[in-house]
Each structure stands twice: as structure tokens, then as C-alpha cells.
């Protein structure tokens, strides 16, 4: 019964970013309008997407599920953190622990799936135009999407059946802002060097294979618009990329830098600050480099309202 009652954790306490009162009101404004706008801004893009027939492509039909993943990210993340701002008991109970770590997981997963489905999609777009519509036709796309929610839900859930049936003896308290999933390994009471292997595989699978093949995409890209002998149709070949090329950046290279030191494993308050990072920062500037960087998505939101200030001015004559 001893070691019952040692092994049975009932909740966590989520030790976050600050203990000072001031610093967590402060932060929590921040993070209630970066939340506001990325989820305002993602559904937007969404439904954008539905409303306008030019942007039913397949580019932009990947782009609704990045949207979609993006929103449902901050969401798993960013509502507990709120709350734990202004809460003078910072606990989380067990099975809300175990369901952030595999939404946010899983979701993460999917989003660098994502991104490589959707460099695929630019390779054949500037490399073979003339049968763009021929290969990344209705069913290859949904098969590419659908292959890449239930990848990242599957190693999601495997991880966290493996996380959640260590033993954490009274240790309860999470130096994090979630349940990330290093963080709640490492309150395991026992030997965790299998967790850290399957965690490593993991990440190599599903963040280094993606990349691998968003960089082979590119590498072709970038050879194939070198090639093309006039300024302006280099320039276009590269604009077809521009929006995406910005997001696989910043996702990719943030996550490389973070981890793939040479020195040392990051620190706490580095793996706090990246995931920050992607449950804040990146949702709320995927529809900002779409829309901004992005002609048609511009061409678009212009029409949009336009038929807005038509209406409108019909219901007030």
C-alpha cells in the first residue's frame, strides 16, 4: 500500500515562468492578446480558404490543416497557462496533464509532417508546372494529409501511454509551463535512459526525416530557378515559395538551434523559452507571413471586403 501510495500521482504542479504577481499579470495581458490574435487570425485564413474558389488548391487546402494545427496547438497550451497566471495553486490534475502532453504532441508531430507535405508541393509546382495538377491531384493530397494527423497521433499517443505509466513516486513538481514531455520523464523514480532513447528516435523520425526532405525539396527548387533565364520568372518561381520558405525557417531552424548543440542539452528556461516559442509566437505569425507575403491571399482579402463595404453600405442607405 506504501508503494501505491508512492507510485500514484493525483496532480502536478506546474512551476511556470514567474512567482512574482506583477511579472504574471503582465504576462498574462500578453499572452491573452497573442492568443486572441492567433486564434482570430488562423480561423480567418480558414475561412478565406472556404470562402474564396480561386484558393481551392492544394497549396491552400494543406495550409487550412497548418491553420487548423496551429490554433489546436496554442490551444492545448496556451488557456492552462493563462489560468495558472492569476492561480495561487498552479496544480494540474494527472489525466489533464497526460491530455495536453498528447494534444500538444501529437499536434507538433503533425505540423512538421505538414510542412514537408507542403514543400513537396512547391517542388512539384516551380519543377514540374505543366503536371502540377496531374500529380498533386484531390486523392494525393488527402492521403498526404491524412497520413500526417494520424503519424503524429500515433507517436503522440505512444509516447504518452510510455510517459504516464512511470512511476512518479511524491514527485510532482514540473519546472516547465506544461506538460512537456521531457519535463515529465525526468519526474520518473526510476531509471529513464529507455524514455530518453524512444524520445530521441522519435524526434529523428518525425522532426529530422521531414526536414531532410524539406531540404531535398529546396535544393531542387533553388537549382530549378536558377535555371530560368529571366529576372522575372526567377523572381515568381521564388515567390511561389516565399510564404512557406519563412515558416519552415523559422520552425525548423529555432528547433535545430535549440537542440542540436554540440556543447550541451538546452537548458530549462531554453526549453521553456522554445516552447513559448511554438505555442505563442508561431501560431499567431503563420497567418501574418501567409497573408503579408502571399499575392493571392492578399487578392483575396481585398475582394473579401469589398463585398463586406458593398453590403454594408446597402444596409445603410
Known sequence: MEQDNQTWVHEFILLG???????????????????LVTVLGNFLIIALI???????????????NLSLV???YATS??????AHFLATHKAIPFLSCAAQLFFSLGLGGIEFLLLAVMAYDRYVAVCDPLRYSVIMHAGLCTRLVITSWVSGSINSLVHTAITFQLPMC????IDHISCEILAVV????????????????SSIVLLMTPFFLVLLSYIQIISTIL???????????FHTCASHLTVVTLCYGTTIFTYIQPHSSPSVLQEKLISLFYAVLMPMLNPMIYSLRNKEVKGAWQKLLGKFSVFTSKLTS
Open 17 to 35: 515562468l514567474s512567482s512574482d504577481w506583477d511579472t504574471q499579470v503582465s504576462l498574462f495581458v500578453l499572452f491573452l492578446l497573442m492568443y
Open 50 to 64: 472556404r470562402l474564396d474558389s480561386r484558393l481551392h488548391t492544394p497549396m491552400y487546402f494543406f495550409l487550412t
Open 70 to 72: 496551429d490554433a489546436s
Open 77 to 82: 497550451i496556451v488557456p492552462q497557462l493563462l
Open 170 to 173: 511524491t514527485n510532482k513538481y
Open 186 to 201: 525526468r519526474l520518473a523514480c526510476v531509471d529513464i535512459s529507455s524514455n530518453e532513447i524512444v524520445i530521441m528516435v
Open 227 to 237: 535555371k530560368i533565364q529571366s529576372t522575372e520568372g526567377r523572381r515568381k518561381a
